[in-house]
């Protein structure tokens, strides 16, 4: 009968100790991994704003530039008064820079063909986004000059 008690006993312990499970009272430690309660680090990366791009339209004012007839061109990365200045004409790509003073609306453009050519362009802005002015090319095409956002 003892030995039925004491049986009977170490089966009551196991049932009521089958239904419980450990729980950590102290955080986890530094290298075991990310705890529940801690949030996952996060890289920051910066975020740039997209650099303008202005649309420069040269329009023939002369019948040397009427031969070529309109142009369509850029000026990219307009930083500090300084951008890199590119349009094609005819069968010439030309590239170059305009330039513009901090604070001022008064700007040149200069050019260069890749067969030889070159132009000579001054403008002024007569907002953040348009501008006007004139474009001389080395062949005498002049053309009147748009600038716009």
């Known amino acids: 009968m003892l030995k039925v008690k004491g049986l009977l006993v170490a089966a009551s312990v196991a049932a009521m100790l ?3 499970y450990v729980v950590p009272i102290q955080p986890a430690t530094a290298g075991a991994g990310p705890s ?5 680090p996060v890289a920051m990366a910066e975020v740039v704003a997209p650099r303008p791009v ?3 339209r ?3 004012t002369n019948d040397a530039a009427a031969a070529i007839g309109r142009i369509n061109g850029t000026i990219s990365n307009p930083e500090k008064g300084h951008g890199e200045f590119a349009f094609n004409a005819g069968k010439e790509a030309y590239a170059g820079e305009a330039t513009r003073a901090p604070g001022s609306s008064k700007g040149n453009a200069n050019a260069v ?3 030889g050519g070159y132009a000579k362009c001054d403008y002024s802005m007569s907002s953040a986004e348009l501008g006007a002015g004139t474009c001389t090319f080395s062949n005498g095409a002049r ?3 748009h600038i716009s956002l």
């Open 18 to 20: 089958s239904a419980c």
């Open 36 to 40: 529940p309660r801690q949030p996952m």
């Open 54 to 56: 202005y649309t420069a």
């Open 143 to 145: 053309f009147d000059l």
């Open 58 to 60: 040269l329009y023939p």
């Open 113 to 115: 063909g890749n067969k």
